[in-house]
């Protein structure tokens, strides 16, 4: 399963794997390429603001995320889909 692919005009974003193992596509732009990476239970992610991203799990086990956001904005209309 995945989230959407998106990004935030007014926040960046830190997420903590509590639980399981996620992926995790991060892209600096449209034209910069697309960055996989894999974190394990505590590890961490900072998403910078205006930077594509799209959490998945490619397992059977859940996943659990800790999101803190900040910035100037952060309500949900400050995101962007693909």
Same mark, same amino acid.
């Given at each position: &399963? ?8 007014? =926040?960046? +974003? *830190?997420?903590? /794997?509590?639980?399981? =193992?996620?992926? #995790?596509?991060? &892209?600096?732009?449209?034209?910069? @390429?697309? $960055? +996989? /990476?894999?974190?394990? !239970?505590?590890?961490? #992610? !900072? $998403? @910078? ?12 086990? @859940? /996943? =659990? $995320?800790? +999101?803190?956001? *900040?910035?100037? *904005?952060?309500?949900? +209309?400050? #995101? /962007? =889909? !693909?």
């Amino acid at each position: &399963q995945s989230l959407s692919n998106q990004m935030h005009n007014h =926040r960046s +974003e *830190y997420w903590l /794997v509590s639980e399981g =193992r996620a992926t #995790i596509m991060t &892209q600096a732009g449209e034209l910069a @390429p697309c $960055i +996989e /990476v894999t974190k394990d !239970k505590h590890q961490d #992610i !900072k $998403i @910078p603001i205006t930077h594509w991203h799209r959490l998945s799990n490619t397992s059977d086990k @859940p /996943v =659990r $995320i800790i +999101e803190i956001q *900040y910035g100037d *904005y952060c309500e949900e +209309e400050d #995101i /962007v =889909r !693909k």
